[in-house]
T-cell receptor, first 113, second 112 residues
Framework: GESVGLHLPTLSVQEGDNSIINCAYS??????FIWYKQESGKGPQFIID?????DKRQGQRVTVLLNKTVKHLSLQIAATQPGDSAVYFC????????????FGTGTLLAVQP | NAGVTQTPKFQVLKTGQSMTLQCAQD?????MSWYRQDPGMGLRLIHY???????DQGEVPNGYNVSRSTTEDFPLRLLSAAPSQTSVYFC???????????FGPGTRLTVT
């Protein structure tokens, strides 16, 4: 039979606009954070990372902001293009005794032409 | 560099059948891992290895087995497939378990 899963939150933007995707993490001991992009039918692809000793890091058209006070991470994509349409999810290092990456569930970015 | 490769890309099994999902990497990474991805859920760690001859369980290990005889290869075995194992499986490799993971293209498995 058909399985019903949870729907991903969706962010719909117009081509050319800026996109902001958010992520919350739970472990205040996490010291390393990553953003991944996953296109339909493909494996996750690294976009950008940031360590906890930084608040901001910029890449090509992307910026990651880290707010450790509220345990929040955001990914900003400038001048969003149709090729940016994908699921974006964050990962954080477990911190402390949890020596693994912990992955978020993701946000679907839909770019309207 | 091919990066991380996985075979097969798609597979359909009947309940009770066994099979092996293949994973290989050419980046000389010591750390390799297997994840499953289900709708609405983040990637969940099945098993991982910190080097040849060393494996350990992740978050959801039941029904799966792994071995690591070489640095390059990390196969995942389904011992007796169940419908609950219908999922997309990703293999990943890295220098460290808490550093950027490089993912393969995935295997979409359906168990009927």
């Amino acid at each position: 039979g058909e399985s019903v899963g949870l729907h991903l939150p969706t962010l719909s933007v117009q081509e050319g606009d800026n996109s902001i995707i958010n992520c919350a993490y739970s472990n205040s001991a996490s010291d390393y954070f990553i953003w991944y992009k996953q296109e339909s039918g493909k494996g996750p692809q690294f976009i950008i990372d940031i360590r906890s000793n930084m608040d901001k890091r910029q890449g090509q058209r992307v910026t990651v902001l880290l707010n450790k006070t509220v345990k929040h991470l955001s990914l900003q994509i400038a001048a969003t293009q149709p090729g940016d349409s994908a699921v974006y999810f964050c990962a954080s290092s477990g911190g402390g005794a949890t020596n693994k990456l912990i992955f978020g569930t993701g946000t679907l970015l839909a770019v309207q032409p | 560099n091919a990066g991380v490769t996985q075979t097969p890309k798609f597979q359909v099994l009947k309940t009770g059948q066994s099979m092996t999902l293949q994973c290989a990497q050419d980046m000389n990474h010591e750390y390799m891992s297997w994840y499953r991805q289900d709708p609405g859920m983040g990637l969940r760690l099945i098993h991982y290895s910190v080097g040849a001859g060393i494996t350990d369980q992740g978050e959801v290990p039941n029904g799966y087995n792994v071995s690591r005889s070489t640095t390059e290869d990390f196969p995942l075995r389904l011992l007796s497939a169940a419908p609950s194992q219908t999922s997309v499986y990703f293999c990943a490799s890295s220098y460290s378990p808490t550093y950027q993971q490089y993912f393969g293209p995935g295997t979409r498995l359906t168990v009927t």
